[in-house]
């Protein structure tokens, strides 16, 4: 006799369920999820459509840039997490060797007590750089807004080859 254990366990809740219950379930199952206070998307697309996409005053270059503000808002989140992430793996560099090597009563022994050494250093540093970190990030975000530090030198383009020695 072969089980399957999902519906098994269903049919069993089912059965202990009270039958009134279990019978206005199934219907609903069975109609389908109904909308929410009777609106359907259906009805929410057939209300919008008389109404205009624009707001009176606004213009197709406003849009524009509104959403290129947006666009850039998001890029400099993005680009601020991963500079705030680059800083906690540093961090935890950093931590992880300066905790004790011969811990084995706190972390546990062989790869399991290394891996929780690694995984408390991980945790240490991203709240480490989540606090305002040590300032890696910031200054890796202040060099991608500047451009170039002044750090960086470009060499000048060598003047071309006229072929005359």
Known sequence: MAISPPSDI???VARAADPARYQAASQKLLDGASALDGASFDDAMKSMAGQPLMASG???YTLRNSLRNDAESASATRAQKAHQEFEAYILQTFVESM???DAENTYGKGNAGSI???MMAEQ???QISK???IGIAKRLL???DAGHSSDIRVPPTP???SGKI
């Open 159 to 161: 003047a071309p080859f």
């Open 10 to 12: 269903i049919n069993d």
């Open 142 to 144: 202040d060099a991608q």
């Open 58 to 60: 606004a213009d197709i």
């Open 116 to 118: 929780w050494k690694s």
């Open 99 to 101: 905790l004790p090597k």
């Open 131 to 133: 606090a305002g970190g």
């Open 124 to 126: 240490v540093g991203a």
